[in-house]
Nanobody
Framework: QVQVQESGGGWVQPGGSLRLSCAAS????????MGWHRQVPGKQRELLAL???????HYSASVKGRFTISRDNAKNTVYLQMNSLKPEDTGVYYC?????????????WGQGTQITVSS
């Protein structure tokens, strides 16, 4: 069974920084793209950042230049370094991991971690 576990959420003041981690585990053929979404009440879940297993990255316009995604393939772990945080960054952050399992592609999600940016 594939598990995706986030860590690192919490409260931070505007302008501050936080780092999220997400570790994927399980018996799969491969872990492919990994990334982060954000869910704000009343809005659709937003893709923030994505990284392929060869290191190519994609960012949403709302976080580009402030957030940095990286991964450690040996640990099947993806990180999100978040700088210059704003109140509008508040939300639940979900890790996603695309896996290849028996020749089929699946997307696995973490349980989510809350980030609150306020003074």
């Amino acid at each position: 069974q594939v598990q995706v576990q986030e860590s690192g959420g919490g409260w931070v003041q505007p302008g501050g920084s936080l780092r999220l981690s997400c570790a994927a585990s399980g018996i799969v053929d491969s872990f492919n793209d990994m990334g982060w979404h954000r869910q704000v009440p009343g809005k659709q879940r937003e893709l923030l950042a994505l990284i392929s297993n060869d290191g190519r990255t994609h960012y949403s316009a709302s976080v580009k230049g402030r957030f940095t995604i990286s991964r450690d393939n040996a640990k099947n772990t993806v990180y999100l370094q978040m700088n210059s945080l704003k109140p509008e960054d508040t939300g639940v952050y979900y890790c996603l991991c695309e896996t290849s399992e028996g020749g089929l592609l699946s997307v696995r999600w973490g349980q989510g971690t809350q980030i609150t940016v306020s003074s």
